[in-house]
């Protein structure tokens, strides 16, 4: 199924507009998302627990956090940006009770939702606006002129009008201008989940350490495999973000190119496909999203044991050096 891309073209703003949205959790995407909205003109109340170490960033950048529940009730749009593990708790906490009758509440991530661990009220409008990138890419593009791409999801429309109210609040966060996708808060979640684990933020940094230990091993300089398997991730990320993979074959060497034919398949063969399967029907069963919450209650000691691992790697000691090398020029 092909969705069609929305741009501000097709967006009515003042769905937005005369509204006051309380971003709840100051964290990466909260920020971002807060200072996005306040430049297209949304009034923003951003809600924080007690002794917040995010208040301080809240008001160097000009707002005056409140208490969740305040916020919260205060507002027509409430947008919880705070970890999804984290959310349900603070719904059943107070935060449920808090909001308004016929409030829209807003995700970035469809987890909550999807999985169950918040059902909320029926008078409310549940909406997904979530951009594809962290809040770092979604501030910096937005002051640039441009956007990221997001998606829009409705779980529960009370009102009538969640759908404008979501693509109006993508708009309002730059989406529009890049691109705007419906989706659903299955989809979303469940595609989000798999990369996750299957692709991006897992696959990729072991293909890394794994090239690089490769190379070490074998007695190369820990600063050529630094090169070689890391800093050129970017290369071929900016190449493949502008080219696809095919363009992308054009813009290198013959020797790479067929380097590159070479490994297919090698790496990633029957058996790494099995497994992305595997992980898809884990995340899908719901069994991934129970290890999170067993970890989170827990204190997150799987979470801890492999930021310790990572942080371990000898290719990170190469990498502070050559970052701070870097950053000398
Ligand atoms: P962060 O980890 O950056 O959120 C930090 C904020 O949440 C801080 O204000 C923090 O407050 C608050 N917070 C954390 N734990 C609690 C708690 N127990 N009680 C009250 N407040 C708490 O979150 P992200 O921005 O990374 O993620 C927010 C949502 O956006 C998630 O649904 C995520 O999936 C989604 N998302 C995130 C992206 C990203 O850029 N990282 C990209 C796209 C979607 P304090 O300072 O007091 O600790
Ligand atoms: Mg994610």
């Not at 659903?184 to 990729?204: C, K, M, P, Y």
Request: glycine share 12%; net charge negative.
């Amino acid at each position: 199924m092909t969705n069609p891309i929305l741009t501000d073209a097709d967006i009515d703003p003042s769905a937005i507009h005369d509204k006051t949205v309380a971003i709840i959790g100051y964290g990466n995407q909260g920020r971002a998302q807060a200072l996005n909205l306040r430049d297209s003109g949304v009034n923003v109340l951003i809600g924080l627990r007690p002794g917040s170490a995010s208040e301080q960033a809240a008001r160097d950048d000009g707002f005056a956090p409140l208490a969740m529940t305040e916020a919260a009730a205060r507002a027509d749009i409430v947008m919880l940006l705070v970890p999804d593990e984290v959310q349900a708790d603070l719904w059943n906490g107070g935060l449920a009770d808090a909001v308004r009758g016929g409030a829209t509440i807003g995700f970035a991530h469809g987890l909550a939702i999807h999985y169950g661990l918040i059902a909320p009220r029926a008078d409310l409008d549940i909406i997904l606006v979530a951009p594809k990138g962290p809040g770092k890419a979604l501030r910096a593009d937005f002051e640039r002129g441009s956007g990221l791409i997001g998606l829009i999801a409705v779980a529960q429309d009370a009102s009538g009008s969640a759908r404008a109210t979501a693509l109006a609040y993508a708009g309002a966060l730059g989406c529009g201008r890049a691109g705007i996708l419906e989706s659903s808060f299955q989809e979303e979640t469940e595609a989000d989940l798999f990369n996750e684990q299957g692709v991006l933020w897992g696959v990729i940094p072991e293909l890394i350490e794994a090239g690089f230990d490769t190379l070490v091993d074998a007695g190369f300089a820990p600063e050529i495999a630094y090169f070689e398997c890391l800093t050129e991730v970017k290369l071929l990320a900016d190449l493949i973000y502008e080219r696809g993979i095919a363009g992308m074959r054009v813009a290198i060497s013959n020797t790479a190119e067929f380097g590159a034919a070479e490994g297919n398949g090698r790496i990633v063969g029957d058996a790494a496909r099995a497994e992305m399967k595997r992980i898809l029907g884990e995340v899908q069963d719901g069994s991934f999203v129970n290890k999170l919450m067993a970890d989170a209650r827990a204190g997150y000691p799987a979470l801890k044991a492999s930021r310790q691992r990572a942080a371990a790697h000898p290719v990170e000691a190469v990498a502070a050096r050559m970052r701070a090398l870097r950053d000398q020029n």
